[in-house]
């Protein structure tokens, strides 16, 4: 059972961190509405680019150390434990890859892949009281169609502010098994058929690394923009996929949130 409940100021954020947002002002029921837009590669691996408008809701309930959350299509667990452990575990979907993602055919003649439910677990350890710095692990899992995807990760909060406004940056490696890989990056025989391209087993282990840099300005109250970026680079099992037309990945993003 865990124990221990963070050393914060009442109505603080149950971490002060950017990327983990806390909408209840301490305790109770907190709520944010609004809206992002985001400009990334159409599916992964792809060497197109579209802009997509996502309307954006989130409902929270904290007690003490503990933030129950629905946001999108993801629910969670998060809390805080001895003032330096994260933990959180999340119920979410993972999206789908359709054939019309590709304006240019690049997916014709691949099979489509269905939304998938997968659960997480995520671990991270404060290097110190505040949350400037911190080590962490992420580790996802869905039925044979998703596999398991793995994340170990290093981040850096700006500044000492504890609102959870401010910026954020976090450094990370993945690793998936032969299921997940596949998943966006396989390609069949039926599918090499059909499509021209060259089939494509992937064995699983190292699948890209990355950076990600959030930013939340606290306008008011009740008022906040947040907006972020994010670099990926694949690894050499991942490019030299056909579906990999590009060996990175890019994702710019900009939301308007209004908090009650």
Known sequence: MLVGAPRTEAGAPLFPLPFTPDFTRGGGWGFALGAGIEYENAYAGSDEYGLELDPALAIQWRTGNHLFSWEGLELSWTTRQEDRWYFQVDVGLDGEREREDSDDGRLDGLEERDDEFTGTGEVRYALDGEWRNYVGTRVSAGDGDFGALAFVFVGHRFGARQDGGGTEVFV???????????????ISRSEAIASGLAEAELDGGYRSSGLRLVDRRIVSEHFQIVSGFEFQYFGSEVRGSPIAREDFALEFELAVLFTF
Request: charged share 25%; aromatic share 20%; glycine share 14%.
């Open 172 to 186: 990370y490696s993945t690793f998936a098994d032969g299921d997940n890989l596949n998943r966006d990056f396989g």
